[in-house]
Nanobody, 119 residues
Framework: QVQLVESGGGLVQPGGSLRLSCAAS????????MGWYRQAPGKLRELVAQ???????DYGNSVKGRFTVSRDKAKNTMYLQMDSLELEDTAVYIC?????????????WGQGTQVTVSS
């Protein structure tokens, strides 16, 4: 199993920046990729950004050019640098990890951290 804990959310003005962190523990070696998702009230959960164990990244169209995902393997932590934040970025941001152990796939989720963009 993989456990995930997010931190770094908060209140920020439009145009501002925040950095989220996701600390992983447990069967770290089994992680295939990690990602940031978000869910706003009344909306479906959407993928914001993801990073593979090899460092390949991908982003949702709405955040391309504004958000940057990175991973520090030594600290077992994934980051999401969010710049030029917009009102529409307000959501609960959730860390997820896909892993495989004994040939079986699994997915772990963090508890989420609130990001509110407001003037």
């Amino acid at each position: 199993q993989v456990q995930l804990v997010e931190s770094g959310g908060g209140l920020v003005q439009p145009g501002g920046s925040l950095r989220l962190s996701c600390a992983a523990s447990g069967s770290i070696f089994s992680i295939i990729d990690m990602g940031w998702y978000r869910q706003a009230p009344g909306k479906l959960r959407e993928l914001v950004a993801q990073i593979t164990s090899g460092g390949t990244t991908d982003y949702g169209n709405s955040v391309k050019g504004r958000f940057t995902v990175s991973r520090d393997k030594a600290k077992n932590t994934m980051y999401l640098q969010m710049d030029s934040l917009e009102l529409e970025d307000t959501a609960v941001y959730i860390c997820g990890a896909n892993w495989r152990r004994s040939g079986l796939p699994g997915k772990s989720w963090g508890q989420g951290t609130q990001v509110t963009v407001s003037s």
